[in-house]
């Protein structure tokens, strides 16, 4: 049942700034603006423990980097100023920060998780992730917690851990989700671009899972490579995390994986 | 695609001290142990959002519970202390804790949020649950997490919020994957029991979305009574959340479910 992708035909590619102004979603139009003018399609997943090395790391890779893919809640000692900090760092190197938080839960308890709790979300996030799941409700209750007008939302289409259960008619129902929510949500988790033609530009496409060598982890994470993911898949932004915060210079291999990406574009 | 449960064959229940013995982990037969001594299958759903008012909930409705039901997440002033409050309520009024966690993302992943973060989930809850969508690797990643010495999971197989994607086809899969880990693996949250026959009586069955009247919330949450829950659907445990903290007496309240789901299994 698994997705498994296979190479697509090359994508004749349009630019990031003319996306920008076919999606609906004012995340998602900053998000396409800051990569046109950055020319980066790298995030960096800084699944770190201690809000120092977060900070550390965000401010190491913020140069290279479109957008900072968290998780809160791994790190120990994160308080309220550990957000203030993270859009602080966003302003100073023009990232977004993305809380990959999977919501995954019915729409009333995503409101409190999304908003409330020690760490606050909605209140230092530019956009979240959540499954398609639970149904539209998620989506209404995360769109309720966040707002439109500076918040935004992915949905995971596909995973790339072995065995998993987001098949081809799951991707494809989580794809009507966001049509119905282009006001909130523009774009997907997934190993590939998920929508075709002009209709699918107006969405972005993250890929997690990527080193530049291929191998497993032993938990059933499978990895790929940036030139997979972005030539051969038509994805938009590889995400990368053991890769460059396990590496000695975070910033010098983040700079490797960002050039790799972006040549893969052409 | 979703799954509408309907009435079912009249169950021949095996006690719940007889089912202790047939499951494989501890914390499994603690609970249905629990549930034979103190004779309720009502868990509380704790959806509140202050420290004391979840510790104030947990004290008076424990007599009343087999499993007070957490959202550790979404309690702003919680700290190391408000876990070690709780698991002293818990052997207070003899009731194990859940956290509702729903986590969903890669093995390497939860390991993390499970041990770690603000939370520490491990160290106070005595269950936690995941949906299987991810794949094998989220149960290999929180056994890591937590062990199966002191630690149990829930898969989630079914869901009640409108125009979800747990179809029978995701459920069955569901079921395998729980099948495949029965030593953390102890139970389900379902709409109904979704193992027949004996091998299904060494799994726990939980159901959300109990209320006294049948209603809805707004944001997709469709209710079941706790009747229609354990006699029509053959489920163990009602998880009553609103229904009970929201009343003006929640322990008396709390002492009516309890009634109605324990008389449903006679």
Request: overall charge neutral.
């Amino acid at each position: 049942a698994q997705v498994l992708p296979t190479k697509k035909a090359k994508l004749q590619r349009t630019p990031f700034e003319d996306r920008a102004k076919l999606c609906k979603n004012a995340v998602g139009v900053a998000l396409f603006s800051l990569m046109a003018r950055k020319k980066t399609n790298l995030c960096v997943a800084a699944d770190v423990v201690e809000a120092k090395a977060l900070l550390d790391l965000a401010d190491a890779v913020g140069p290279q980097i479109c957008v900072l893919k968290t998780h809160c809640d791994i790190v120990r000692d994160w308080t309220d100023e550990t957000g203030t900090q993270l859009r602080f760092l966003a302003d100073k190197h023009d990232f977004l920060i993305f809380e990959d938080r999977k919501f995954a839960d019915i729409g009333n308890t995503v409101v409190q998780q999304c908003s409330g709790g020690v760490h606050r979300i909605a209140s230092w996030a530019h956009f979240t992730n959540a499954h398609a799941l639970p149904g539209d409700g998620i989506v209404d209750g995360l769109r309720t917690a966040a707002g439109v007008e500076n918040h935004g939302l992915l949905l995971l289409a596909q995973m790339s851990s072995a065995g998993n259960l987001l098949n081809k008619e799951y991707t494809s129902a989580c794809v009507e989700m966001a049509k119905r929510h282009t006001d909130f949500v523009f774009g997907f988790i997934s190993q590939e671009r998920v929508i075709e033609g002009s209709e699918g530009d107006a969405f972005v496409y993250m890929t997690p899972g990527v080193k530049l060598s291929q191998e497993g982890d032993g938990l059933g994470q499978q990895y790929n490579t940036p030139t997979a993911v972005i030539a051969d898949r038509n994805s938009d932004i590889i995400i990368v995390g053991r890769g460059i915060y396990k590496s000695d210079n975070p910033a010098a291999t983040a700079a490797i994986y960002r050039k790799q990406a972006w040549d893969a574009l052409a």
